[in-house]
Protein backbone atom coordinates (compact mmCIF):
# COMPACT_ATOMS: atom_id res chain seq x y z
CA UNK A 1 0.00 0.00 0.00
CA UNK A 2 1.30 3.61 -0.71
CA UNK A 3 0.81 6.35 1.29
CA UNK A 4 0.88 9.77 0.35
CA UNK A 5 2.78 12.37 2.12
CA UNK A 6 2.36 16.11 1.83
CA UNK A 7 2.88 19.64 3.00
CA UNK A 8 3.59 23.54 1.76
CA UNK A 9 6.48 25.03 1.93
CA UNK A 10 8.19 25.10 5.05
CA UNK A 11 6.00 22.45 6.81
CA UNK A 12 8.02 19.83 7.96
CA UNK A 13 7.05 17.41 5.59
CA UNK A 14 10.87 16.88 4.72
CA UNK A 15 11.53 16.52 8.52
CA UNK A 16 8.57 13.76 8.90
CA UNK A 17 10.03 11.97 6.10
CA UNK A 18 13.70 12.13 7.73
CA UNK A 19 11.85 10.46 10.93
CA UNK A 20 9.35 7.56 8.67
CA UNK A 21 12.83 6.72 7.39
CA UNK A 22 14.23 6.08 11.04
CA UNK A 23 11.93 4.31 11.96
CA UNK A 24 12.47 1.66 9.00
CA UNK A 25 9.72 3.24 6.56
CA UNK A 26 10.12 3.18 3.38
CA UNK A 27 10.25 6.95 1.87
CA UNK A 28 9.93 7.68 -1.88
CA UNK A 29 10.91 10.83 -2.52
CA UNK A 30 8.84 12.47 -5.74
CA UNK A 31 11.38 15.50 -5.97
CA UNK A 32 14.42 12.50 -6.30
CA UNK A 33 13.35 10.71 -9.07
CA UNK A 34 12.45 14.24 -10.55
CA UNK A 35 16.21 14.55 -10.87
CA UNK A 36 16.40 11.09 -12.36
CA UNK A 37 13.88 10.93 -14.98
CA UNK A 38 15.46 14.36 -16.40
CA UNK A 39 18.98 12.93 -16.18
CA UNK A 40 21.13 12.81 -19.27
CA UNK A 41 20.16 10.03 -21.77
CA UNK A 42 16.40 9.12 -20.00
CA UNK A 43 13.80 8.42 -22.59
CA UNK A 44 11.86 11.67 -21.03
CA UNK A 45 14.46 14.00 -22.76
CA UNK A 46 13.49 12.83 -26.19
CA UNK A 47 9.67 13.53 -25.12
CA UNK A 48 10.59 17.02 -24.01
CA UNK A 49 13.14 17.84 -26.74
CA UNK A 50 9.78 16.75 -29.36
CA UNK A 51 7.81 19.38 -27.05
CA UNK A 52 9.91 22.26 -26.80
CA UNK A 53 12.82 22.08 -29.29
CA UNK A 54 16.36 20.50 -29.11
CA UNK A 55 17.55 23.51 -27.47
CA UNK A 56 16.89 22.34 -24.41
CA UNK A 57 19.80 20.02 -24.25
CA UNK A 58 23.24 21.12 -23.38
CA UNK A 59 26.18 20.59 -25.54
CA UNK A 60 27.19 17.87 -23.28
CA UNK A 61 23.56 16.03 -23.62
CA UNK A 62 22.34 17.55 -19.95
CA UNK A 63 18.61 18.98 -19.97
CA UNK A 64 19.25 22.85 -19.88
CA UNK A 65 16.62 23.15 -16.99
CA UNK A 66 16.96 27.30 -17.24
CA UNK A 67 16.14 27.16 -20.74
CA UNK A 68 13.39 25.37 -20.50
CA UNK A 69 11.96 27.22 -17.79
CA UNK A 70 12.48 30.48 -19.32
CA UNK A 71 10.74 29.32 -22.20
CA UNK A 72 7.38 27.72 -20.70
CA UNK A 73 8.04 30.72 -18.21
CA UNK A 74 4.43 32.72 -18.31
CA UNK A 75 2.63 30.36 -20.55
CA UNK A 76 -0.35 28.16 -19.49
CA UNK A 77 -0.43 25.93 -22.35
CA UNK A 78 3.64 25.12 -22.33
CA UNK A 79 3.65 24.52 -18.20
CA UNK A 80 0.66 22.15 -18.14
CA UNK A 81 2.17 19.82 -21.13
CA UNK A 82 5.72 20.40 -19.43
CA UNK A 83 3.74 19.09 -16.08
CA UNK A 84 2.40 16.78 -17.76
CA UNK A 85 5.07 15.07 -19.16
CA UNK A 86 7.22 15.30 -16.20
CA UNK A 87 4.62 14.01 -13.67
CA UNK A 88 3.63 11.29 -16.01
CA UNK A 89 7.44 10.42 -15.93
CA UNK A 90 8.13 10.91 -12.29
CA UNK A 91 4.87 8.20 -11.86
CA UNK A 92 5.46 5.58 -13.77
CA UNK A 93 9.20 5.42 -12.30
CA UNK A 94 7.87 5.88 -9.00
CA UNK A 95 5.10 2.82 -9.52
CA UNK A 96 8.10 0.26 -11.13
CA UNK A 97 10.10 1.22 -7.75
CA UNK A 98 7.51 0.62 -5.33
CA UNK A 99 6.59 -2.72 -7.05
CA UNK A 100 10.69 -3.67 -6.90
CA UNK A 101 10.71 -2.88 -2.97
CA UNK A 102 7.17 -4.23 -2.52
CA UNK A 103 8.53 -8.12 -3.61
CA UNK A 104 11.17 -7.42 -0.69
CA UNK A 105 9.32 -5.23 1.70
CA UNK A 106 8.41 -6.82 4.65
CA UNK A 107 6.16 -3.59 5.83
CA UNK A 108 3.10 -3.37 3.74
CA UNK A 109 2.56 0.14 4.23
CA UNK A 110 5.43 2.56 1.67
CA UNK A 111 5.53 5.95 1.71
CA UNK A 112 5.81 8.62 -1.26
CA UNK A 113 6.87 11.71 -0.43
CA UNK A 114 5.40 14.90 -2.90
CA UNK A 115 5.45 18.27 -1.96
CA UNK A 116 2.66 18.95 -4.60
CA UNK A 117 0.16 15.75 -4.42
CA UNK A 118 -2.62 17.43 -4.54
CA UNK A 119 -1.94 19.94 -7.23
CA UNK A 120 -1.34 17.11 -9.07
CA UNK A 121 -3.89 15.33 -8.70
CA UNK A 122 -2.35 11.99 -7.36
CA UNK A 123 -4.28 11.73 -4.11
CA UNK A 124 -6.71 9.45 -6.07
CA UNK A 125 -3.73 6.83 -6.43
CA UNK A 126 -3.08 6.65 -2.57
CA UNK A 127 -4.27 4.70 0.06
CA UNK A 128 -4.27 7.32 2.34
CA UNK A 129 -2.43 10.99 2.39
CA UNK A 130 -0.65 12.09 5.22
CA UNK A 131 -0.60 16.01 5.07
CA UNK A 132 1.89 17.94 7.07
CA UNK A 133 0.94 21.48 8.27
CA UNK A 134 1.74 24.62 10.39
CA UNK A 135 0.83 27.94 10.46
CA UNK A 136 2.15 30.50 7.88
CA UNK A 137 3.68 32.58 9.80
CA UNK A 138 5.87 29.55 11.12
CA UNK A 139 6.19 28.33 7.77
CA UNK A 140 7.19 31.41 7.06
CA UNK A 141 9.78 31.72 9.73
CA UNK A 142 11.37 28.38 9.06
CA UNK A 143 11.96 28.65 5.14
CA UNK A 144 13.64 32.85 5.93
CA UNK A 145 16.13 30.33 7.98
CA UNK A 146 16.54 27.50 6.05
CA UNK A 147 16.57 29.18 2.44
CA UNK A 148 17.60 32.43 3.18
CA UNK A 149 14.68 34.09 1.18
CA UNK A 150 12.89 37.06 1.96
CA UNK A 151 9.23 36.81 3.56
CA UNK A 152 7.67 38.09 0.14
CA UNK A 153 9.52 35.55 -1.76
CA UNK A 154 8.01 32.78 0.58
CA UNK A 155 4.79 34.44 -0.01
CA UNK A 156 4.59 34.18 -3.14
CA UNK A 157 5.48 30.71 -3.43
CA UNK A 158 2.82 29.57 -1.09
CA UNK A 159 0.63 31.40 -3.00
CA UNK A 160 1.29 29.01 -6.15
CA UNK A 161 0.56 26.00 -3.53
CA UNK A 162 -3.40 24.65 -3.24
CA UNK A 163 -4.64 26.60 0.46
CA UNK A 164 -3.95 24.88 3.93
CA UNK A 165 -7.71 25.03 4.11
CA UNK A 166 -8.12 22.67 1.34
CA UNK A 167 -5.33 20.40 1.87
CA UNK A 168 -6.61 19.86 5.26
CA UNK A 169 -10.27 18.96 4.65
CA UNK A 170 -8.88 16.43 1.77
CA UNK A 171 -6.34 15.02 4.29
CA UNK A 172 -7.08 11.50 5.71
CA UNK A 173 -4.39 12.21 8.29
CA UNK A 174 -2.97 16.01 9.37
CA UNK A 175 0.08 16.13 11.47
CA UNK A 176 0.32 19.74 13.36
CA UNK A 177 3.69 20.93 13.09
CA UNK A 178 3.35 24.61 15.46
CA UNK A 179 5.66 23.17 18.38
CA UNK A 180 9.43 21.34 18.63
CA UNK A 181 10.92 18.68 17.45
CA UNK A 182 9.09 16.51 20.51
CA UNK A 183 5.78 17.29 19.61
CA UNK A 184 6.69 16.81 16.02
CA UNK A 185 7.80 13.22 16.73
CA UNK A 186 4.55 12.30 18.91
CA UNK A 187 2.23 13.76 16.03
CA UNK A 188 3.96 10.91 14.12
CA UNK A 189 4.30 8.33 16.54
CA UNK A 190 0.62 9.14 17.03
CA UNK A 191 -0.25 8.62 13.43
CA UNK A 192 1.57 5.77 13.46
CA UNK A 193 0.02 3.77 15.95
CA UNK A 194 -3.71 5.29 14.81
CA UNK A 195 -3.02 4.18 11.08
CA UNK A 196 -0.52 1.80 10.49
P1 LIG B 1 9.42 21.27 4.01
O1 LIG B 1 10.05 20.02 3.49
O2 LIG B 1 7.98 21.07 4.37
O3 LIG B 1 9.65 22.50 3.20
P2 LIG B 1 11.37 21.00 6.18
O4 LIG B 1 11.05 19.68 6.78
O5 LIG B 1 12.58 21.12 5.34
O6 LIG B 1 10.08 21.59 5.43
O7 LIG B 1 11.41 22.06 7.38
C1 LIG B 1 11.77 23.41 7.15
C2 LIG B 1 12.81 23.84 8.18
O8 LIG B 1 12.22 23.88 9.46
C3 LIG B 1 13.97 22.86 8.28
O9 LIG B 1 15.15 23.58 8.47
C4 LIG B 1 13.63 22.01 9.50
O10 LIG B 1 14.77 21.55 10.15
C5 LIG B 1 12.86 22.99 10.38
N1 LIG B 1 11.81 22.35 11.17
C6 LIG B 1 10.75 21.64 10.71
N2 LIG B 1 9.97 21.22 11.71
C7 LIG B 1 10.54 21.66 12.85
C8 LIG B 1 10.21 21.53 14.25
N3 LIG B 1 9.11 20.90 14.67
N4 LIG B 1 11.04 22.10 15.14
C9 LIG B 1 12.13 22.78 14.74
N5 LIG B 1 12.51 22.94 13.45
C10 LIG B 1 11.72 22.39 12.51
Given at each position: ???????????????????????????????????????????????????????????????????????????????????????????????????????????????????????????RYMEQ????????????????????????????????????????????????????????????????????
Amino acid sequence: MIYGLTGGIGSGKTTVSKILRDKGFIVLDADEIGKEVTAKGEPLLRMLVKEFGVDIIQEDGELDRRKLANLTFGDREKTNRLNELVQTAILCRAIGQFHKLSLTEPRKVMFFDVPLLYEAGWDRYMEQVWLVTAPEDVRIERVEVRDGLSEEEIRQRIRLQMSEEEKSQRADVIIENDGGMAKLMSQVEKAIAENL
